[in-house]
């Protein structure tokens, strides 16, 4: 590394807080040699690999760098018995100690350690407000804030080693005016949502997360990281709630009330705390199972956690709870780690399109959630609830892209709807939804009761028997249902002794409907399986739109308890 990099005087002295930190604990005997010995034959393979070679390639040149030698030697002398940070730590304090060296380089008066002054810290803060990435890519909140915190840990740790004895007392960080301030993901992108195939994908490699470069390997064994890390995974995908609102739960975050099992989180972001969630009993499982195994390792964790579910691994942390960062990054490494992921749709040959892997990050999870109950036809102030959103527009977008995704499974589903005979009766996009009426089994395309949105039926929903009845493939499960029912009902009817028409009536809507199911099953199972998945996917967005709604099968016309019989 070019001297410039790390600047002068102070960059040096806060290369020697990293090597000590890296290598050294306060005890450690003195290793003095010559000052000018050049350091980079001996830095080898040491922490951080490469990267520890390349910062070591400079000379002493400022009178008090001794130390800063010292440091170094013990990093390069002590060897791999040490436990040493991976590269990403490791690059990520170097980064820091870059951008703060860089920054003191131009204000006056800092070469000297023991002269910096407060507004001396507010310019490294500033320095990583503004951080790019190695790449010239602007830095995101994670990255920013994860660099500052290696940074000032590092400061930290030099005072109480007795290291950095020659740094200002001044120079130290201000909680308030020093931090990063959070960027929380802009809600109104609402079509990041992880499609739930993909979903379903990571679910089926859920074994390899926390395996790899997962952050916390320092401090937890595997078997613990890992359940650890698939709690976090299931309460991100099952609750839709922010990364830090997961990272930072109460340590007792479950309650049941009515027999209906609650989350209860707190929302940062609006200031609203001891928020309530329902979840499902295998969330809660989970939970309780992390939770069992966390009371195991009580020891073995810093004691400022005591009141979090993931509390923090080290004692360097600067919350109390579980970095997001950590959970970012640990998400990423899983993600590129799955062998094979698909997105949605195909190519021209029928072959599953690859998926754009940067689409899956922590803050998705939260759009698929609310994606997934406006799909399933959540009304509109339900899902808000459900969201915490102070704004209904912002969860209205949410159902104005669930639209958009009904509109998809129309153009496709549209080309496949059938007569009440089975027989194929496509219909433009514009007829099957303006032209027509969603009734129980089907679509209807009857005048009168288009009109009346389906609640005026001149023959009583007897669907198979009617020229208008226009059923589709995303209609099949109910049709199987509903033929179960008649069947039920004949069985009843032949119980009852009931007279011969009804009978015949039953099992001529059971021969109709059946009919209709066999030929649409024939037609899809002779289309390409990549087209056939195409049509059961659009099928199923069409099935959860119409989840939410109900039907009246027999409308009534109320009587007056008057009016003559």
């Known amino acids: 590394m070019e001297q410039g990099r790390l600047g002068s005087g102070v960059g040096v002295v806060l290369l020697l807080v990293f ?85 003191l380089a131009h204000r006056p008066a800092t070469d000297d350690p023991a002269g910096l002054r407060y507004d001396d810290v507010t310019a490294v803060a500033d320095a990583f407000r503004t951080a790019l990435k190695l790449d010239g890519e602007p830095a995101g909140w994670n990255y920013r804030m994860s660099i500052a915190s290696h940074f000032f840990a590092l400061i930290d740790y030099g005072r109480r080693s007795g290291t950095a004895d020659t740094l200002s007392a001044a120079f130290v960080r201000d909680p308030a005016n020093h931090r990063i301030p959070e960027e929380e993901t802009n809600e109104d992108e609402i079509g990041k949502a992880i499609p739930e195939p993909v979903i379903r994908q990571l679910d089926a490699h859920l074994h390899l997360l926390g395996h790899g470069r997962a952050r916390g390997q320092r401090t937890l064994a595997p078997d613990d990281l890992q359940l650890m890390y698939r709690t976090l995974y299931i309460l991100l995908r099952d609750t839709g709630r922010r990364p830090l609102e997961i990272c930072s739960l109460p340590r007792d975050c479950l309650e049941t009330r009515n027999d209906q099992i609650c989350l209860v989180w707190n929302n940062h972001k609006a200031r609203r705390h001891r928020r309530r969630l329902p979840i499902t009993t295998p969330t809660a499982q989970a939970i309780r199972t992390w939770k069992e195994r966390r009371e195991q390792l009580e020891t073995s964790l810093p004691p400022t956690g005591a009141d979090y579910l993931f509390p923090a691994l080290t004692h360097l942390a600067t919350r109390p709870y579980l970095p997001t960062n950590y959970l970012g990054e640990t998400l990423r490494d899983w993600v590129d780690s799955i ?56 969860t209205q977008r949410y159902c104005t892209v669930s639209l958009k995704r009904k509109r998809d499974a129309v153009t496709k589903l549209a080309a496949h709807v059938v007569d009440n005979h089975g027989h194929p009766s496509p219909s433009s996009e514009t007829a099957y939804e303006l032209r027509s009426v969603t009734v129980p089994y089907g679509s209807c395309t009857e005048p009168s009761n288009v009109k009346a949105a389906g609640g005026s039926c001149p023959i009583r929903f007897q669907c198979a028997g009617c020229g208008f009845y226009r059923p589709d493939p995303s ?30 009536a039953l099992t001529a809507q059971i021969s109709a409907f059946q009919q209709v199911t066999d030929r649409m099953q024939r037609r899809l199972a002779a289309l390409p399986s990549a087209e056939r998945q195409e049509i059961e996917e659009a099928s199923t967005v069409l099935r959860k739109a119409r989840a939410g709604r109900t039907h009246t099968l027999l409308p009534l016309t109320p009587l007056s308890r008057t009016d003559p019989a």
């Open 19 to 103: 090597a000590v930190a890296l290598a050294a604990g306060p005890d450690d005997p003195p290793v003095l040699i010559a000052p000018d010995m050049d350091l980079a034959s001996a830095a080898g393979e040491g922490a951080g690999g490469e990267l520890l070679d390349q910062a070591l390639i400079m000379r002493a040149q400022a009178p008090y760098l001794e130390l800063s030698i010292r440091a170094v030697c013990l990093v390069c002398l002590l060897g791999p018995a040490l436990q040493r940070p991976g590269a990403d730590e490791f690059a990520r304090t170097l980064r820091g100690v870059e951008l703060a060296s860089r920054a």
């Open 339 to 394: 062998p094979h992921l698909h997105g949605e749709g195909t190519d021209t040959q029928g072959n599953p399109l690859p998926l754009d892997r940067s689409r899956i990050y922590a803050y998705a999870f939260r759009h698929s959630y609310a994606q997934r109950h406006a799909d399933a036809g959540t009304t509109l102030d339900v899902l808000r609830e459900l969201m915490d959103h102070k704004s209904v527009s912002t």
């Open 475 to 504: 209609y099949l499960p109910a049709i199987e249902q509903h033929i179960n029912e008649l069947r039920a009902d004949r069985e009843t009817a032949l119980a009852m002794d009931a007279a011969e028409f009804v009978i015949t």
